[in-house]
């Protein structure tokens, strides 16, 4: 059974850090696009970042380059989220997501059904 669990939210005032983990178990992940999205209620789900688990791509939404880092790794089957001067505007919930067997496609960030797997979320809030 493939599971992600996502972990690291909470509520951080503007200009603050939080990092963000999803643990892939049971999972083929020397070989995936993974990925964050976010949602916030009434909107559709928005993708963050992307990144390969076989190799170096990633791909980052407009709104968080510069600002966010995603990054892997491999012998702890886990993927990071590292967000740093945080707005209002990230509030949201971040979700972690997997495609087997594939490297990233850019586009993929505005395509989350792309995506074959999902965790449960975890919550980000920043006054």
């Known amino acids: 059974q493939v599971q992600l669990v996502e972990s690291g939210g909470g509520s951080v005032q503007a200009g603050g850090s939080l990092r963000l983990s999803c643990a892939a178990s049971?999972?083929?992940?020397?070989?995936?696009?993974m990925g964050w999205f976010r949602q916030v209620p009434g909107k559709e789900r928005e993708g963050v970042a992307l990144?390969?688990?076989?190799?170096?791509?990633?791909y980052y939404a407009a709104s968080v380059e510069g600002r966010f880092t995603i990054s892997k790794d491999g012998s702890k089957n886990t993927v990071y989220l590292q967000m740093n001067d945080l707005k209002p505007e990230d509030t949201a919930m971040y979700h972690c997501?997997?495609?087997?067997?594939?490297?990233?496609?850019?586009?993929?960030?505005?395509?989350?059904?792309?995506?074959?797997?999902w965790g449960q979320g975890t919550q980000v809030t920043v006054s």
């Open positions: 997501a997997s495609r087997r067997l594939t490297v990233c496609l850019g586009g993929w960030l505005q395509r989350p059904s792309q995506f074959d797997y």
């Open positions: 049971s999972y083929p992940y020397t070989s995936a696009c």
């Open positions: 990144i390969y688990t076989g190799g170096s791509g990633t």
